[in-house]
């Protein structure tokens, strides 16, 4: 069987190497081991390349005749004909795209400019005796569930070749065509994406929505009034699932000042945590507080634990919060985690996963908790609440950039932010594209997934590429790590607005390789999504 890891690389694709830093000496072991301990790897996947399995399937012997084309649609095309070139260009998916193979199914959509009036969709599965082929009077389709249940079963692992061509079709005749459009691979890779979405949309008012992974509708999570305010904002799950913990404002159209933290229930119900004491609610309420972030570490009876930022002597600090005290004393209740070495304001930090250490973006300034000039990301220890050495991550301190919105993987090992020209802003900046580097440092990779597809006539920076947020587990394999991460970005300007999408990231023998990105259909396409969250967020069943 062919495997998407192996396959040679698409044009839109990037790879880079991750430096390994040592003391000194021959250092034999890359910090991204595919192997490693701390890594949440699926070992049932065997993933050995392995000669090409005879062919023995037939799923696909005949094609799809969707919307009312016509049955003499392949005599039209021709059958195996290419046909001449300037047909139907391709954004959805896009080609390049790394598939988990329990994703929702996908939905193709092309641009024309030929007024072509029929298309021909054909997918060339792995170990398939025929490709499946749909024909369509429409510039796109959903590709059917059972169908795409028996490409995951099939293919995973593997590389499917898309293939799209279009045709004008007059009284059953054809008058112009075939035209060849947008042709080349998606992967399907040997591993799942776990968890669930949680974003902020501000149409019609701020409310957080949600969906698990594979879902294909998403449903209201906590509205201002179930959180008793009047604007929720950014936000993140609890290390358990069963909460999220958000910036909340008075303010109908402002989540970002006067802010506080609110932490409710997902479950439908928007409760409040049992074990949150009185004197953890009154800190909770402080005003110009921002940007909540917990660990699993630190997420147990007696060590229940939130970071936040919150101006403390004129200075935008990171502090803990216990929320379970007894006190709101400073040194009780809440303390402000030392940055020795580290003068500048702090702000967006994001606890590790294992709770040992915090990054956050270091900059003369901050507004709202997360909005800063010409940031560097650097790492603090959190040791026990102490905080420690202050160090700049190398690859996100680069003075002639600005770092910002920083978040650790699953497995801590890498590190995603934002990252603009020094001067920019980093508050709704357009020019934001997505990066990634070893938490230890190293090089910074910039994602495939960054830029649109040619056919929307975008191109990055200039679409808003904003608050990169990693799936909850990082899936192994024998050879690999797979990553994915959520991001919203303004890239298609038929949405009007931000939306989310996925960007795959697989790691092998520490070489870092990024995919095109995936769009989430399943969000209302009209609405302003951003901010995501991706977690183990335990919402309901959707309705």
Avoid at 12 to 27: K, M, S
Avoid at 201 to 219: H, N, R
């Amino acid at each position: 069987m062919r495997i998407a890891l192996f396959a040679p690389a698409v044009v839109c694709a990037l790879a880079a190497t991750f430096a390994v830093h040592g003391c000194g000496g021959d250092d034999s072991h890359s910090e991204f081991d595919a192997g490693g301990d701390d890594a949440s790897v699926d070992a049932s996947v065997d993933v050995t390349p392995q000669p090409d399995a005879p062919i023995v399937r037939d799923d696909f012997p005949t094609p799809i005749f969707d919307n009312g084309a016509p049955m003499n649609s392949p005599g039209l095309f021709g059958q195996d004909a290419g046909g001449a070139s300037g047909g139907p260009c391709l954004f959805e998916p896009e080609i390049g795209s790394l598939f988990p193979n329990n994703w929702l199914r996908p939905r193709f959509r092309f641009k024309t400019a030929k007024s072509e009036n029929l298309f021909e969709i054909k997918l060339a599965v792995p170990n398939e005796v025929h490709p499946l082929v749909i024909y369509t009077t429409q510039s796109g389709y959903k590709l059917d569930k059972s169908a795409w249940a028996t490409i995951l079963n099939v293919a995973q692992g593997g590389t499917i070749h898309v293939t799209i061509r279009s045709a004008v079709v007059t009284n059953g005749a054809l008058t112009a065509g075939p035209f060849l459009g947008s042709e080349g691979d998606i992967y399907i890779a040997p591993v799942s994406a776990s968890g669930s979405i949680v974003y902020w949309t501000t149409s019609g008012g701020t409310v957080l929505k949600g969906f698990k992974i594979g879902d294909e509708s998403v449903q209201p999570v906590i509205t201002p009034m179930q959180a008793g305010t009047a604007c929720v904002a950014c936000h993140t799950s609890t290390p358990d699932g069963a909460y999220v913990g958000l910036s909340a404002s008075d303010n109908p159209n402002d989540g970002s000042g006067p802010a506080y933290i609110r932490l409710r229930s997902v479950d439908g119900m928007a409760t409040e945590p049992p074990f949150l004491t009185p004197s953890a609610k009154t800190l909770l309420a402080r005003q110009d507080q921002h940007a909540p972030s917990f660990s699993t570490s630190h997420w147990r009876t007696g060590d229940r634990v939130m970071l936040s930022m919150l101006p403390v002597a004129g200075k935008t600090e990171i502090v803990w919060t216990d929320l379970e005290a007894t006190s709101t004393a400073q040194g009780m209740g809440w303390g402000v985690i030392a940055r020795t070495g580290d003068a500048n304001d702090a702000s967006a930090g994001a606890f590790s996963r294992d709770g040992s250490k915090i990054v956050y973006t270091s900059s003369t300034s901050t507004g709202a908790g997360t909005i800063t000039p010409n940031g560097a990301l650097f790492t603090v220890p959190f040791a026990n609440r102490a905080g420690g050495n202050a160090t700049p991550v190398m690859g996100a301190n680069d003075p002639a950039y600005h770092h910002f919105y920083p978040t650790f993987a699953a497995d801590d090992r890498l590190i995603a932010f934002n990252r603009v020209a020094a001067g920019e802003t980093s508050y709704n900046n357009p020019k934001a594209e997505v990066f990634v580097v070893p938490s230890t440092g190293g090089t910074a990779t910039r994602l495939a997934a960054n830029d649109p597809p040619a056919c929307l006539g975008a191109t990055s920076p200039g679409v808003t590429n904003s608050w990169p947020k990693w799936s909850p587990e990082v899936k192994g394999t024998p050879s690999a790590l797979y990553y994915f991460l959520v991001f919203s970005s303004t890239r298609n300007a038929a949405t009007m607005g931000p939306q989310l999408y996925v960007a795959p990231i697989v790691v092998t023998n520490g070489m870092v390789k990024t995919y095109s990105a995936l769009y989430l259909w399943n969000q209302p396409e009209m609405e302003h999504n951003h901010t995501p969250a991706w977690d183990v967020f335990m919402l309901p069943p959707p309705k």
